[in-house]
C-alpha cells in the first residue's frame, strides 16, 4: 500500500494549509487513517486519527484548529490546518492501518511533507 502526501509548505503563524493523503495499491480494507508529525528533536507524535466509521481523536495542541477528514471512496485522507502556530512546524506524515487481501493487517506510512510556520 502507498501513500502519497501533498499540501506541506512554508505559512505564516495564523494562517492555513490543507493536507491530503491518497492511499493506493492492493488492499482489502483500511480501517483507521492518521497524520502525524515530527519536530526537529522531537519524538514522532499522532496528531489526529479517522476510522473509517469517522470517529476520530486528536491531540490536545490542535483540539479546536485542525480538522481531519476522510474520503473513503477515493481512500485519502485530509487535514484542514487553521490558526497555525510556530510550534506546528514540523514533517507530516500521513499513515494508514488497514487489512491486506489476505486479512493480514498493514500499516503503511507517507513519504512525509515539511510544514513551516514563520513570519
Known amino acids: 500500500v502507498q501513500l502519497q502526501a501533498s499540501g506541506g509548505g512554508l505559512v505564516q503563524p495564523g494562517g492555513s494549509l490543507r493536507l491530503s493523503c491518497a492511499a493506493s495499491?492492493?488492499?482489502?480494507?483500511?480501517?483507521?487513517m492518521g497524520w502525524y508529525r515530527q519536530a526537529p528533536g522531537k519524538q514522532r507524535e499522532s496528531v489526529a486519527t479517522?476510522?473509517?466509521?469517522?470517529?476520530?481523536v486528536y491531540v490536545d495542541s490542535v483540539k479546536g484548529r485542525f480538522t481531519i477528514s476522510r474520503d473513503n471512496a477515493k481512500n485519502t485522507v485530509y487535514l484542514q490546518m487553521n490558526n497555525l502556530k510556530p510550534d506546528d512546524t514540523a514533517v507530516y506524515y500521513c499513515?494508514?492501518?488497514?487489512?491486506?487481501?489476505?486479512?493480514?493487517?498493514?500499516?503503511?506510512w507517507g513519504q512525509g511533507t515539511e510544514i513551516t510556520v514563520s513570519s
Open positions: 499513515n494508514a492501518d488497514g487489512l491486506t487481501y489476505y486479512k493480514l493487517d498493514f500499516r503503511s
Open positions: 495499491g492492493n488492499f482489502f480494507s483500511i480501517n483507521v
Open positions: 479517522i476510522t473509517s466509521g469517522g470517529s476520530t
